[in-house]
């Protein structure tokens, strides 16, 4: 009688460990896609400023016409893009782009005292930096849920129920400095969009 | 950073259960002294110190960005300090906080509200104006750990508690003062008149010296190692050390002091409000302090 009541409590507490295990997993996968989702946001946000930007630097440099289509090209590139490859490539050339078109700027001290050239300068470093900072989080989370997926013993209960590890939001340069922050940092180079859980 | 969001919970029912504890103990006094019988005391004392308690859950950072003349900007008016405050809660997987400006010259800043949810980060006019972006990243990151470990609740809880007490016992004190002639006429009549002015000095002595100081004890026991934790935490956010540095040098350096320094509410501020450029600080106003010395912070995050 002893040995089955013993048999029971084992039973109960693995089940309640198994569901622990789950729920925990639940969670980190949740806040990987919450900052997935922040980091699209935040690149949709971009998309947005690159026509203002384009058509506030031509008022005052009508004739630098061959950056413009780049930057409006890449643009479109990057919303059409389809995997990941093509749009990492597509999200890089918007970022090398910007930079070029805010390195051009610095020539014309008109266009750059303009209100709204400073005002769309502000929002597009601020949405660089929240790209950086959204990628960072995103990470952190992706670290998180790894290392629960691939350790013992919570890595049983993710082969279960399908839990897969996801890739790391990678750039080319990690650092951040004064310099890289005001010329605006991002892109998405070697990037590997995780494939979504099923 | 789970201990510490667990201990902040803790240290907070602590400080309520203490508060009305003490209220309560109080009223009885009160009660037992004048009324002849000290449950009616209780019960209204502790009635009233619970509304307290829950006001200053529900409404405590209204009132901490009220007595800093706190005003709310919106996106448009401060787009630079916005963009920050929402990268740095991005980072930190937090909801955005209201966004307030505090009109005054010295550089400094405080973060305030309940939980991430219902949270507040506030900066002077002064810090917006010297601040350029990567030092208002690493103050907005410092405030921004305090956010997530909860800090902000004990912090705003501690501010209207002992704003309260300050209140009360210069009330007690007042009272007695001002009262001291007509108690003494009492005095020549009847014995009890003079019992009675007696404890209602005793008492008035007692809340004038322990309010101010416990109030004092608590502040210390929340504030100084938060900073130098929140110090570090906001660096890991902005992953930029110099950020913080620069910031918290031009800090020490600002030729400003608070006008609105205000004894509760001294530890929330990202620097001690009280302090004096340029001067060196004794070995006494170290004990007091509500925050470590700045020089040992910059110190600190050198290190890292």
């Given at each position: 009688m002893v040995a089955v009541w013993v048999v029971v409590g084992l039973v109960v507490l693995l089940v309640l460990w198994a569901i622990y295990a789950y729920n925990r997993l639940v969670t980190y996968r949740n806040r990987a896609d919450e900052g997935w989702s922040q980091i699209d946001v935040q690149l949709r946000r971009r998309y947005d400023l690159i026509p203002n930007l384009v058509e506030t630097v031509q008022g005052y440099a009508a004739h630098e016409r061959e950056l413009f289509e780049e930057v409006a090209q890449a643009r479109a590139a990057a919303i059409g893009a389809s995997g990941t490859a093509e749009q990492a490539s597509a999200e890089n050339a918007i970022t090398s782009g910007l930079r070029r078109l805010l390195a051009v700027a610095e020539n014309y001290p008109d266009l750059k005292a303009s209100a709204n050239f400073l005002a769309l300068q502000e929002e597009l470093t601020g949405t660089e930096s929240k790209i950086a900072y959204a990628r960072q989080y995103y990470n952190e989370q992706v670290r998180l849920l790894n290392t629960r997926i691939q350790?013992?013993?919570?890595?049983l209960i993710a082969s279960t129920f399908h839990f897969t590890s996801r890739d790391f939001f990678d750039i080319e340069d990690a650092a951040r400095g004064p310099v890289m922050v005001n010329l605006g940092e991002g892109g998405r180079q070697g990037d590997i969009r995780p494939t979504p859980e099923p | 950073?789970?201990?510490?969001?667990?201990?902040?919970?803790?240290?907070?029912?602590?400080?309520?259960?203490?508060?009305?504890?003490?209220?309560?103990l109080v009223g009885f006094a009160i009660g037992y002294l004048f009324f002849q019988g000290g449950t009616a005391g209780v019960v209204i004392a502790v009635g009233l110190a619970v509304i307290l308690s829950l006001f200053s859950y529900f409404s405590g950072d209204r009132v901490v960005l009220a007595s800093t003349r706190a005003r709310e900007v919106s996106a448009e008016q401060e787009p630079r300090l916005h963009n920050v405050v929402e990268g740095?809660?991005?980072?930190?997987?937090?909801?955005?906080?209201?966004?307030?400006?505090?009109?005054?010259?010295?550089?400094n800043a405080f973060a305030t509200g309940r939980d991430p949810a219902h949270?507040?980060?506030?900066v002077t006019q002064g810090l917006l104006d010297i601040m350029n972006r990567v030092e208002l990243e690493g103050v907005i990151g410092h405030e921004m750990s305090h956010v997530l470990d909860r800090d902000i609740l004990i912090g705003t809880v501690v501010a209207t508690v002992v704003g309260a007490a300050i209140l009360l016992s210069e009330f007690f004190t007042r009272s007695w003062f001002w009262s001291g002639g007509r108690v003494g006429r009492r005095d020549g009549?009847?014995?009890?008149?003079?019992?009675?002015?007696?404890?209602l000095f005793a008492i008035g002595i007692v809340l004038l010296i322990l309010a101010p100081l416990a109030g004092q004890l608590i502040k210390l026991s929340v504030s100084r190692n938060r900073e130098y934790l929140a110090d570090a935490e906001g660096v890991l956010l902005t992953r930029y050390p110099p950020g913080l540095i620069s910031a918290l040098e031009k800090i020490r350096d600002a030729p400003h002091a608070m006008r609105a320094a205000n004894n509760a509410t001294a530890h929330l501020w990202l620097d001690q409000p009280s302090r004096i450029p340029g001067e060196q600080t004794s070995a006494i106003e170290k004990l007091f302090s509500t925050h470590p010395p700045i020089q040992d912070r910059i110190d600190r995050l050198r290190e890292m």
């Open positions: 350790s013992f013993p919570s890595s | 950073m789970h201990e510490q969001i667990a201990a902040n919970k803790r240290k907070t029912v602590l400080l309520f259960v203490l508060a009305i504890a003490f209220t309560g740095l809660a991005i980072a930190a997987g937090l909801p955005k906080p209201r966004v307030y400006v505090v009109p005054e010259q010295a550089p949270s507040s980060v506030a009549g009847g014995g009890d008149g003079g019992i009675v002015t007696l404890v």
